[in-house]
Nanobody, 113 residues
Framework: QVRFVESGGGLVQSGGSLRLSCVAS???????VGWYRQTPGKQRDMVAS???????IYEDSVKDRFTISRDNAKNTVYLQMNSLKPEDTAVYYC????????WGQGTQVTVSS
């Protein structure tokens, strides 16, 4: 199993930006990796993913605001979040797609209005 450590969250005002980092315990260069988010009482949903060929998919509500990228040399996947909205408030996680890796602790993103 690959383990992931997420970081970069925090408190930001509406319209602000954050960059999240997801560091894997081993190389994930051959796998698709997704960023997910969860709010209390709701299921965890994927907001963005990046394939091994750098094909990117975004959930509709974050298109044109979030950018996913990867640095395989650092075993790291990033999520650049711009124009943040209060509804982006959630705990953000990363994980390989289609694998049953354990979830990490996530990183809290709070957007104030």
């Amino acid at each position: 199993q690959v383990r992931f450590v997420e970081s970069g969250g925090g408190l930001v005002q509406s319209g602000g930006s954050l960059r999240l980092s997801c560091v894997a315990s081993e190389t994930v260069s051959m796998h698709s990796v997704g960023w997910y988010r969860q709010t209390p009482g709701k299921q965890r949903d994927m907001v963005a993913s990046i394939s091994r060929d750098n094909f990117k998919i975004y959930e509709d509500s974050v298109k044109d605001r979030f950018t996913i990228s990867r640095d395989n040399a650092k075993n790291t996947v990033y999520l650049q979040m711009n124009s943040l909205k209060p509804e982006d408030t959630a705990v953000y996680y990363c994980k390989r797609k289609l694998f049953s890796d354990d979830w990490g602790q996530g990183t809290q993103v709070t957007v104030s209005s």
